[in-house]
């Protein structure tokens, strides 16, 4: 493991912070005593901002997402990738490839081992950290830290662990790999233990500050992660409890806007209960049919920290992605059209004016031109890319006819969405149908709530394209649905090669999973069947470097050729 016992160091000279948003300049700090830095509230702040900042920073961000997104069949190469990206698109994936390296991603795990050491301390010798506020930071560092623990152990299926922090020279970091089970479960019981300890909200909804219930950990975002973790751990009920914890939260707080004089008018007009949920809709309720849609992406991607948003990190002139993962990776800002890194494969937004696209099931699903759009043949991914955008979709004949306008995303601002209330819907169907028949109505209730926002919906009325009897008669077919509903909803988030991953790891083979990835390859499909047959090549490679920094790795057996290679 890459000397994780450095990365302490790095942030303990910080100024305190005045908000969330604010980035710490960080500076080598050699001759600094820990027990002595740990003295006030603010220096806990420090720390603590510093979790998120680490969170935030481009080697984290960008394997994060990679980790999630780049083997899926959503993206293939865009302009000039690099030869390491261009190596995992074709599934030529080395234990040399860089971004096999999760240094960075254990900086922000340390840092939060830091605090969470420190911290109680802190609270006994300033009497301004009051416990309940230290309990509280507490809970936003081990939601941090699962948050990345979880993505290492979803991505490499077991990895070094440890709730200990890196402090002296004489620790041992060259710990074994844990697997994933134990991870979750580890990660599970330290959430439930702290969930509540959690900041319900930090500001009222119609305060300037309000963005802040989202861009910090909440009760609500622990119980996302919970949600999640529940999932992969086959606690299927448990998926469900805590789904309809946040479904709630979010049903009351619709309740709190429209009793509310400053958003009743916005509650009224831009969000409605679609099968009991409230969501953000594409066109106002009441608007013309000449009214462009787009609003449920404005809402979310380009203004960010939306109604629907449950943890997201908040880029401002304060607390900026100045590293700038998005025009490197899906789209160029500078010009419509043009492709960052990754770009869209045809079967994603073919044909989709025509009704004969094979993933957008209707010609009226907004998410479609929302997510991609045209660049001469080729396709662009425009999600993220775009701060709004204006969809015409009277009388749709084209793709090109559609897109009626845009605004371009400006530098340093595109926030990145870890969980949001759609995404948990759809995490409670999955649940559901894997609870038995006697769930598939209100598991198929969320997937068509969740389709029937993105299609054109001026009203929670219009009519439906999902059919609750061709998908009911199996629970094979009701998992596909969900499945393709939540490719629709969360393309290019981070979060398809894990669903195929969750996928995988339930069938017990990676049948379905070739199936789903090869759709984006046009070459040397016969090999890289065979290649990705093999449920253990669905996990990235321990790094070449890791494993000589860490000799009590071994090796993922799918890599064994490599690993031979490193042992010479």
């Not at 992660?225 to 049903?251: H, M, P, R, S």
């Amino acid at each position: 493991m890459k000397s994780i016992k450095q990365y302490i160091m790095v942030g303990l000279g910080a100024a305190a912070l005045s908000s969330c948003g604010d980035f710490l300049e960080i500076k080598p700090q050699n001759e600094i005593v820990l027990e002595d830095y740990w003295t006030e509230k603010d220096d806990a702040t420090s720390m603590l901002m510093s979790c998120y900042d680490a969170l935030g920073s481009k080697e984290c961000l960008r394997r994060i997402v990679l980790w999630g997104e780049v083997r899926s069949d959503e993206t293939k190469a865009g302009t000039n990738p690099p030869m390491w990206l261009q190596d995992i698109l074709k599934e030529n994936l080395q234990p040399d490839n860089e971004i096999c390296e999760w240094g960075e991603v254990y900086k922000t795990i340390n840092y939060c081992n830091t605090f969470i050491h420190y911290a109680p301390g802190v609270s006994e010798k300033d009497p301004n950290y009051k416990e309940g506020e230290m309990k509280a930071n507490i809970a936003e560092a081990k939601a941090i830290r699962a948050i990345c623990y979880f993505t290492l152990a979803k991505t490499f299926r077991a990895v070094p662990f440890t709730f200990e922090p890196s402090l002296t020279d004489d620790q041992d970091y060259r710990l074994p790999a844990t697997d994933l089970d134990v991870i979750a479960k580890a990660l599970i019981e330290d959430l439930e233990g702290c969930k509540d300890d959690a900041v319900r909200r930090y500001y009222l909804d119609n305060n300037s500050k309000s963005y802040e219930n989202s861009s910090r950990i909440t009760r609500w975002s622990i119980r996302a992660i919970l949600a999640e973790l529940y999932l992969w751990t086959g606690e299927y009920q448990k998926c469900v409890d805590v789904c309809n914890e946040i479904i709630d939260y979010k049903k009351s707080q619709y309740q709190e806007w429209l009793n509310d004089p400053d958003l009743r008018t916005t509650a009224v007009r831009t969000i409605k209960q679609f099968n009991g949920v409230p969501l953000i809709l594409e066109c106002p309720e009441g608007s013309s049919i000449d009214v462009a849609r787009g609003d449920a992406y404005n809402s979310v991607f380009g203004t960010g920290n939306s109604f629907e948003s449950l943890f997201e990190l908040y880029y401002n002139n304060k607390f900026s992605n100045k590293e700038e993962f998005v025009p490197a990776y899906y789209c160029n800002r500078t010009n419509d059209g043009e492709f960052g890194y990754l770009a869209a494969p045809d079967h994603l937004y073919e044909n989709l004016a025509t009704d004969k696209n094979t993933v957008f099931l209707s010609k009226n699903d907004c998410r479609g031109y929302e997510n991609i759009i045209a660049s001469g043949s080729r396709f662009a991914i425009r999600k993220y890319g775009r701060k709004s955008v204006s969809l015409d979709m009277k009388n749709i004949t084209t793709e090109a006819k559609v897109q009626a306008s845009e605004t371009m995303q400006q530098t340093n601002y595109n926030n990145w969405i870890f969980y949001r209330l759609t995404d948990i819907m759809l995490m409670k169907a999955e649940a559901e149908v894997l609870l038995g028949e006697d769930n598939f109505e209100d598991a198929f209730a969320m997937v068509n709530a969740v389709n029937k926002r993105a299609r054109n919906a001026t009203s929670a009325t219009v009519s439906d394209t999902l059919k609750y009897a061709d998908y009911n008669t199996s629970k094979a077919a009701m998992e596909e649905l969900v499945f393709d509903e939540r490719q629709r909803e969360l393309m290019f988030e981070g979060k398809r090669w894990f669903d195929l991953v969750r996928m995988a790891r339930r069938d017990g083979n990676n049948s379905r999973l070739v199936n789903e990835a090869i759709k984006k390859h046009t070459s040397n499909t016969a090999a890289i069947r065979i290649r990705l047959a093999d449920p253990n090549i669905a996990y990235y490679p321990y790094s070449r470097a890791e494993i000589k920094r860490n000799p009590m790795l071994v090796q993922n057996p799918a890599y064994k050729d490599n690993n031979a290679q490193l042992t010479k």
